[in-house]
């Protein structure tokens, strides 16, 4: 640790680096100091220059930042709080730190607020510093902080490209958080201006076309979140974070997980399939043109003949969002129209393992999954950032090449590139086998041209896509891309209060939102303008890969291994929500010893819905280490420590508070 004085000295003559050599000379100069100031002054000295957090330097921008107040008219109340955060604002500051660490929730960062308040005020009353009065009326009542507010010029998405370049720097360097808000570095980011602006257009116009909050209360509180990566390369060009801080949205919505990705997942499930084939198939990949029982409200068999059970130990039965009497139809048609049943069954069939071993290698962070590997998990469980989602497609589109996203180039300090900060090297690996994310792309073509996405048919160019729409109907997705450009569009209703996701059935006045809906329709408008005068690449084309393997009791003869898209949309019902029941416990006698080594995918967890990991919001899900530091977001982060935000050609740079 270090004393007043050090932490004045260092403050103040020093930089913020761990070292020997720096340690020494702190030591030295305090002695100095020490000899020239009386304590008073050394104090003052002190909190003129310490960092209170949210970019708040010295104790009169502390009070103006917290509470909106001269220093000099803070009540020793007041004065408590501000004095904790000196322990550490991070995990002091109520709002919440979860961008920096997931364990600096709102919650938990106010117990530690209260507790370090209530002692502080506890040892001014010891040394006599507050009367038995002084201190009755301090300890009475918390005084909480006010909420953020947006930094001047720094609204609309500028707020969200900023937080994003701003947690990048930090997962790549030692710059700390206190440094960086002090200012004078130049940040140059991989986000280009037009792009930014026409995803902000199209979310604003579906915005004012669909939704009348004033008017409709199940309108209220709807949500956008949503990215733009360049597949090959990562660099993250657009996205859109929300509302903006100047109308007190302070989450990064493109940024941050907890939002379930329902149907988007089922691509991940059939790659798996391509790749390691079904536990009976002795490793020979499954063709897309296998067919699965697609009707509604089916058992979900195990490897080894059993059912999965409720809690209850009754039998679970796997739902579609309708009773349409599909019959056995290829998992292409499955895809195509995004019913659940074959999907959660191949899931089983193929080893949640593999699905999830495939998700990560296509750039999904581990963190960021469910931890429950059940049959749902083959549905969208999980919670990816937009961000994340739109690099895990961008692998399909770069033919199994995945490349880690990032939003800075460059980082500079006077005209001189930041020695610590390690710029981004776009070196794309191998993720999976080039034929098995071709035919991926193959079947998500199908989608946008028969199937629940044929919204973007709009665009008028090739492009493959993916629908998604979870349970209760509580987000709706779309994600889809070119071979330039891969986009994601989450839509969600959230909770001011509790950050719990709300229905949105209802919304916009129809009955239920789906993937195809408003998501489609905000990704098609920005790709229209993003993608302007820029070529149609199509897709490379996709050839035969593993052999048809039907489910057990599907009709013969077997088809042919060719296929062609249909010529014209097909006339078929909605798509089917990430529907599940309540979670089931399978019970003892259902255990099996054989599969992908996960004891027939079973972690010991039921069954569950799209419920778990945040759909309900049930328990505040957990942000992972990205490129991310402390706006407070109540949901968390999903894209690791090598995601970023930022661009280099016309991205232009954030310089913070004296840039």
Not at 200 to 208: T, W
Not at 474 to 489: D, P, R
């Amino acid at each position: 640790g270090s004393t007043i004085t050090q932490q004045y000295v260092k403050n103040t003559y020093l930089s913020q680096e761990q070292s020997v050599t720096r340690k020494f000379k702190e030591m030295f100069i305090s002695i100095k100091v020490g000899a020239k100031l009386d304590k008073d002054q050394i104090m003052q000295g002190y909190l003129n220059t310490s960092y209170f957090g949210r970019g708040a330097y010295g104790i009169q921008a502390a009070a103006q930042t917290y509470y909106g107040k001269n220093a000099v008219d803070l009540k020793p109340s007041e004065c408590a709080v501000l004095a904790a955060l000196l322990k550490g604002p991070t995990y002091y500051d109520p709002a919440g730190n979860q961008d920096l660490d997931k364990s600096a929730s709102p919650q938990a960062n106010e117990k530690r607020s209260k507790d370090r308040w209530s002692w502080i005020l506890g040892e001014m009353h010891k040394d006599k510093h507050l009367t038995d009065g002084q201190y009755q009326e301090a300890i009475a009542k918390y005084p909480k902080p006010d909420d953020r507010k947006a930094t001047k010029g720094m609204t609309g998405q500028i707020s969200y490209l900023a937080d994003t370049a701003k947690k990048y720097v930090l997962a790549h360097s030692d710059i700390t958080e206190a440094q960086f808000d002090r200012g004078g570095y130049q940040i140059y980011t991989t986000f280009k201006k037009k792009d930014v602006d026409a995803l902000a257009k199209a979310v604003k116009n579906v915005q004012k076309e669909k939704l009348d909050p004033k008017h409709r209360e199940l309108d209220k509180y709807v949500q956008f979140g949503a990215a733009s990566v360049k597949p090959r390369d990562g660099a993250i060009v657009a996205l859109y974070g929300g509302d903006g801080y100047e109308n007190g949205h302070f989450t990064n919505n493109a940024d941050t997980s907890g939002v379930p990705v329902g149907s988007t997942w089922k691509p991940f499930v059939l790659a798996a399939a391509m790749e390691y084939g079904k536990y009976n198939s002795h490793g020979e990949g499954v063709s897309p043109l296998s067919k699965y029982n697609g009707n509604d409200h089916l058992k979900v068999q195990k490897p080894d003949g059993t059912y999965y059970l409720n809690k209850d130990n009754s039998t679970f039965f796997q739902e579609n969002e309708s009773d349409y009497p599909w019959g056995y139809i290829s998992l292409r048609k499955a895809m195509e129209q995004s019913v659940n049943t074959p999907f959660v069954q191949l899931g089983v069939d193929v080893g949640m393992t593999h699905v999830r071993d495939v998700a990560r290698q296509a750039g999904i962070l581990e963190q960021s999954m469910s931890q429950d590997l059940n049959p749902s998990f083959a549905i969208g469980t999980s919670t990816p950032s937009a961000i994340r989602m739109a690099d895990a497609y961008a692998t399909f589109a770069a033919s199994g090449q995945q490349t880690e996203p990032y939003s800075v180039t460059a980082v500079k300090v006077n005209g001189a590139d930041a020695p610590s900060f390690v710029k981004p090297k776009p070196t794309p690996k191998e993720a999976m086998d080039p034929n098995i994310a071709n035919n991926v792309t193959d079947v998500l073509e199908n989608v946008i041209q028969n199937g629940t996405g044929k919204k973007a048919r709009a665009l008028g160019r090739a492009a493959a896509g993916k629908t998604g729409t979870t349970d209760e109907n509580k987000s709706a997705w779309f994600v889809g891309y070119t071979q330039q450009l891969s986009t994601s569009v989450a839509m969600f209703r959230e909770n001011p209060k509790n950050h719990k996701l709300l229905s949105m059935n209802g919304t916009a006045g129809a009955d239920s939102i789906h993937g195809g809906d408003i998501p489609t329709q905000v990704w098609t408008e920005y790709m229209l303008a993003a993608l302007k005068g820029q070529n149609d690449l199509g897709f490379p084309k996709a050839t035969d890969i593993g052999t048809v393997q039907h489910e057990a009791g599907a009709p013969s003869p077997t088809p042919s291994v060719t296929f062609t898209p249909s010529p014209s949309p097909s006339d078929t019902p909605s798509p089917t929500p990430s529907k599940t029941s309540p979670s089931p416990s399978p019970s003892v006698s259902e255990s099996c010893t054989f599969g992908w080594g996960n004891d027939c995918n079973d972690t010991g967890g039921g069954i569950g819905g799209t419920d778990t990991g945040g759909t309900d919001g049930g328990t505040v899900p957990t942000p992972t280490g990205t490129e991310t530091t402390g706006t407070g977001n109540s949901r968390g982060n999903g894209n690791g420590n090598s995601t970023g935000t930022g661009n280099g050609t016309d991205g232009g740079f954030f310089a913070g508070q004296n840039g």
